[in-house]
């Protein structure tokens, strides 16, 4: 019976303390997203050049990997999709398989996962350095507000930035699939654009872009709150990053997984196709 106690007592203790922590994360969250809104009235919070260089940090920066990245996924989808659908149908129909996957689901979750390796990484290093290094404490002797100053241009880069970038791994992997499908698979390309406009609608598209916006949030965050509670010497950087880029990961995984049922919930009712 002791036993039970004290295995339900400890239970207890780690759900409690993985419940605060999402407490204190989500509370810096709504900070973070509060002053990125009010920094573009009020300049004194963050300076419009820190704003630009995040964004060329986040965005400019990031659309090499994007765009590479996105072709060779849809090359690969087409190489190994096409041989299967020539043995049930016709060949024609991979256009419509990948046009869907990647818009709807794949485009915005390995952007967000490549965004989260690149960017959400730098943001908990960034900031984690300057929390042992005590930059953080001296901003707030100065009176300035470390989340309104270091947190919100971040923040509002990524989520201007990653939309964007998933526009561009869209259409790189839209390219990539083309060339196969057509090149290698002797697809007419007439027939392989018609197939694309009859499995592919705006709202796949739209909706990928919004599960891109939610990811972005996830991501800058995490990362940036995990950046904020390291305590101690260097090596608590290297380590807070690691467990950023961990639980963005799994948090990825899992709002794909909630976004695609509410999807589906709304499909059912006709509000999207």
Do not use: W
């Amino acid at each position: 019976m002791l036993i039970l106690t004290e295995s339900l007592t400890a239970v207890g203790s780690v759900i409690n303390a993985q419940l605060s922590a999402l407490g204190r994360t989500v509370r810096f969250g709504g900070s973070a997203a509060l002053y990125a809104a009010r920094g573009v009235i009020n300049r004194r919070i963050y300076p419009r050049h820190d704003l630009v260089v995040q964004i060329d940090y986040t965005g400019a920066r990031s659309t090499p990997i994007m765009i590479l990245t996105g072709f060779l996924v849809g090359m690969t989808l087409v190489a190994q999709t096409t041989p299967t659908l020539g043995r049930y149908g016709p060949q024609e129909l991979v256009a419509g398989v990948v046009g869907v996957s990647v818009l709807r689901t794949l485009g915005p979750v390995l952007a967000a996962i490549i965004f989260a390796g690149r960017v959400g990484a730098g943001f908990t290093a960034e900031l984690g350095t300057m929390k042992v290094g005590e930059e953080v404490q001296a901003l707030e002797t100065m009176g300035i507000d470390p989340i309104g100053y270091l947190v919100a241009p971040r923040f509002f880069a990524a989520v201007i930035m990653l939309p964007c970038l998933t526009i561009c791994f869209d259409a790189a992997a839209l390219i990539g699939g083309f060339i196969i499908g057509v090149y290698n698979f002797n697809i007419p390309p007439e027939d392989y654009l018609d197939v694309t406009k009859q499995f592919v609608y705006i709202s796949n598209f739209t909706f990928g872009v919004f599960k891109s916006a939610v990811f972005a949030v996830i991501i800058t965050v995490v990362c940036c709150y995990k950046g904020f509670t390291v305590q101690g010497s260097a090596m608590e950087v290297g380590r807070a990053t690691m467990q950023a880029i961990v639980v963005c990961l799994v948090s990825i995984i899992f709002t794909d997984f909630v976004l695609a049922l509410f999807y589906n919930i709304l499909a059912r009712y006709d509000i999207v196709q």
